[in-house]
């Protein structure tokens, strides 16, 4: 091989690294994608009715306020689209069926321990999410409201928009002000770091990817008429 | 051709490298609560593990640990035992809970919230009750934070709920590149680490 050929090379493989379909550098990402930029969960497995707990906020339904924790991530941005269906799923805590959201004693067969408040379980094949069931524990005290966080019962509603977070790809971050902080806290509506950690997922996946991938096309393209004239040279 | 054949596999490694994870919603605990409310506590070998997908859809991972010492509880050192944490990968598929698994030969002071319940993560407050020991003795917390201290006075006494941070509360801890930056506190060996939960579960 010429020295040209190996400077070009070089080049490429220099570009396609930078370009590559990877998640982001963002510490955000879980490294797990969908494969389209959307899904539907289902909540027709959650109790029809709502909290009791007198607390300001709790007038509404677990279902609404389900379907409220999605809204709030499709109002705060596009690159994914959240959708909840009052419809009963099958296939909870199984690598098929739909994507649910449920109240449980139990996590996926077993018992969720002391201090666990819910479960994202999400199956994939490779780096592609296949599928997510979010489980709520349903031993532990439940409320829906709004404001400052008590310790009992627990904000459904927060707690929701959380998992849903880790259940459209995001893992948790530093940033103590953003929803996905660690530290359930007096926010409850995605902030402009957890926007821009989903959007690092999906929106730079449609341009670098596409780049990178034809980027790679090229030199797959390039290196087999390389071959070739080696060949016939030889 | 070599340079056109290391390249190709280079891409291939890069494309096809990634690291699936989900996470869950767990209550931070304190050193204390780790220490006085584990069945057991004990200093461990990860000698072997399975990952199967069962009858009933889920996939668990067995893992097997060869017991070191004993620091609470009943267990034996010499015996071998096998927990169970949801999650792994089986048949094409990876279940992911946010559970981090013990990898084999991994060599650990691990904190049992059961034996006897199947829980998603048989381990106190998940990553909380995990701790692993590099070859140098250091501890390993978390999301790969170095130990330099316990504190058993500090409790997770808020009035609000907190979610985990990977770390439990009174874990003193610096990221791996802070480690030995004076006037930071140096990391706890072994020893120093099983002195302190030994020390805290008198209390």
Redesign the interface.
Known sequence: ?SKSH?VL?SRL?LL??IF????SALSEA???KWPKTSATFLTGGLPLDGPASGLPGDTETWQAAASEAADSWNDAQSAFKLTTLNAVGN?V???FGDNNLIFSQK?????????????????????TI?K?DIIFNSNKAWGIYDG????TP?DFRR?AT??FG??MGL??TTIKSALMF????NTYLPTPDDVESLESIYKDEKNSGSISYLL?LT??IW?LR??KR?KKAD | MLFIKKFLLLASICLCFSSPSFASSILEVDFQQIVNKSESIFEGEVVATTSEMSADGNIYTFVDFLVLDVLSGNLNVGESITLRFTGGTANRFTLSVGSTIPAIGEHGVYFIESMDRQLINPLYGWSQGHYRIQADGQIIAGDNQVVVGADKNTSNNSTNTKLSTGIATGIISLPQQQVNTPPLAPPILLDEFKSLIKDAKTQ
């Not at chain 1, 590559?20 to 998640?23: D, E």
């Not at chain 1, 660690?182 to 806290?185: D, G, L, M, R």
């Open positions: 091989m190996r090379c493989l396609s690294l590559m379909p990877t998640q879980l490294g797990t296939g805590c199984q690598s996590a996926c067969s077993s018992d969720f321990g002391k201090n666990t408040l819910a479960v994202t379980a999400g199956w994939s094949n490779g780096s296949v997510a400052f966080l008590r310790f627990e707690v959380h998992e880790h259940a893992a948790h660690t530290t359930a806290s790679l030199l797959g290196s390389l071959l080696h």
